[in-house]
Every structure is written in C-alpha cells, then in structure tokens.
C-alpha cells in the first residue's frame, strides 16, 4: 500500500529528521573533478535549496542522490546507513524520487496514464494481464484532489496541461508511490510567475507533510520563498551553506550573482 500525502505526518516522519547525508562528497569523470568535499543534509519537513549556475555541479548532486551515478569520495547515509546506489530504482526503493525539469511524460497520453506510468495496475498474470483503468482513473484523480490539483477531465492529454501543473502531477505521482525525499530539478525555470507560484505552493505543501525535499534553482527569490536550507555550489565546491535564520534574500541573491568577485571586479574597473 503506498502513501498519500497527509499520511506521511503520520508515517515516522518527525521534522528536523536526517533523511539523507552527503559528508565530503566527490565525484570525478576521468580527470574532471564534478564535485568536491560536498556536506550536505536533508530533514523531513523541510526543504534544502541547492543553488548555483550552470556548470556549478547541481545535476552531478542530482544523480548522485538520485541512484544515477555513484560517488568516487565521502560517504553518503540514508536513515544514517551508508548507501552506493546502483541505479534509480534502488534509491526509490529508499523512497528517494525525482522530477527532473524535462518531466518524463507523454504528452499524447491521458493525465492518468502519465500517473501510473511504468507502475500501472494491472489484474491477471503477463502476458495476458488487463489494466485496471477504472481503479487507475480514481487513485490518479483522488490523489491530484488530495494536493489541490483539479484538472477538467482527468482523461485529457496531459500535454494540455499547463507546465505548472505538469509539475505539480509529478510531484503528486511521486508522493504517491512512496516518496520520503522528493528532488525537484528546476520545477520552476521554464514557467512564468502565476505558474511558478502553483508550484511553489506544492513544494511547501510536500515539506508541511513531512517530506524532505531538495530544490534544485538558479532563481533565489524562489528558493527564498520556501527553503529553510541554503547551499549555493560553485565550480563543483560550497559556496554558501547556510539556514533561513542566518542568511537573508539580499545575500543569497548577491552570493549568486557573484558576491565577491563582482565587487572585486568592480574595484579593479574603478582603478
């Protein structure tokens, strides 16, 4: 039986927990050096925002928690166990799921159908096995209900969806099967405000039942609305790691723009 939502606050999940910890994580890809020396920490309810431009190691952070790539230094826990997943499906099992910017779904397929995709139910045995669209089509709309996420017809093509509510069914389906960490890359940077909004309010809603989750954004303001943790990556090492009490939105929007070496910049241009 998979979880909903609401159910998590009552699951174990106690705010503040360890989720998952990264302690001097590296990674290299021959003689590139994607990552080094990375401590980070996720809580159940709370959101950890990881920050940096492109290039800076995010997606490297991302498929090493995610199961995509192992990690070459450090150690990474799980429920304080250490961990070197093997593949997506083994970090899921650990109830680690991510949505990734690009959203793996199909747009010409119905909303309920991209819900299910990959663990659609199904009654009698393979090859001969039937789905079980009626059941499918119920969990799939209760479930989008659940999050506030009520869309015309739940058998329209998702692809007519706006993109924040793309999002936010991943995040649903996700949930859905189990999720404890939830990692979202980039959920907001191809929407406009309104949308962006929409997601945001789903994020908080994801830390509020005990989650934990990372948001991955080059957008501060955003990270700001929802983060309690901020740690901002630059060329592959720490930047910035630090909590909502001790850094303000100023500093984080400076520490992304460049912080120092714009002022730096700025007084060798004076001279």
Known sequence: MTDTLADHADKGLHKGEPLVEMEGVGKSYG????????????????VTCVLGDNGAGKSTLIKIISGLHPHNE?????????VNFASPREALSHGIAT????LAVVGLMEVWRNFFLGSE???????LAGLKVKQMREIADT??????????????PIGTLSGGQRQCVAIARAVYFGARVLILDEPTAALGVKQSGVVLKYVAAARDA???????THNPHHAYMVGDHFVILKLGA?????TRKEVGLDELTQQMAGGDELAELSHELKR
Not at 210 to 216: H, K, M, N, Q
Not at 238 to 242: I, V, Y
Request: cysteine-free.
């Open 210 to 216: 005990g989650l934990g989750v990372v948001f991955i």
């Open 74 to 82: 450090g150690s990474l826990r799980v429920d304080g166990k250490e």
């Open 143 to 156: 479930e989008l209900r659940k999050m506030g996420i009520v869309v015309k017809d739940i058998n329209q």
């Open 99 to 102: 949505v990734y910017q690009d």
């Open 238 to 242: 720490t930047a910035l790691d630090k």
């Open 31 to 46: 003689a590139i050096r994607a990552l080094r020396g990375i401590n980070l920490r996720v809580n159940a309810g709370e």
């Open 121 to 127: 139910l199904t009654a009698g045995r393979y090859p």
